[in-house]
C-alpha cells in the first residue's frame, strides 16, 4: 500500500505533527465520568447501605476505563459527595482508616416511614 502513494511515510508523519491539535476531549470525559460515577453509585448501593470510597471509586475507573481520567472521575465524585453520596465519619479502628459513604435517599425514605 505504501508504494502505492510513494512510499512516503516521513513527509506524512511530518505533516501530521504540523496539523494543529484542535481535539478537546475534556467535555467529553466530563461526561463519560458523570455516567461512570453514576453507574459505580447505582451498583453498589443496590445492595448495600454503606460502601468504602475505594469500591466506589474502583467501579467508576472500570466503567470509564478509556473514557475519562482519574481527574475527572474524582472531581465529579467530589462533586457529588454533598448531595447523593454523603461521607459516613471516618472509620477510627480500621488499618487502612477508608472513609465510607452511604447514600441519602434511601436513609431519607427509612426516616419518612418510621
Known sequence: MAV???????TIVAQARQRP????RAPEQEARAKEAVTY????NFEREAVIDERTLMRDALRR???ET????VRAE??????????GSS???NNADKAERFHNTRPIANE????
Open 4 to 10: 502505492s502513494f510513494g512510499n512516503q511515510p516521513e
Open 21 to 24: 491539535q484542535t481535539q478537546n
Open 40 to 43: 459505580a453509585r447505582s451498583s
Open 64 to 66: 470509564g476505563m478509556g
Open 69 to 72: 481520567t482519574f481527574a475527572h
Open 77 to 86: 465524585f467530589d462533586s457529588r459527595h454533598k448531595g447523593e453520596i454523603s
Open 90 to 92: 471516618r472509620v477510627k
Open 111 to 114: 426516616r419518612a416511614n418510621v
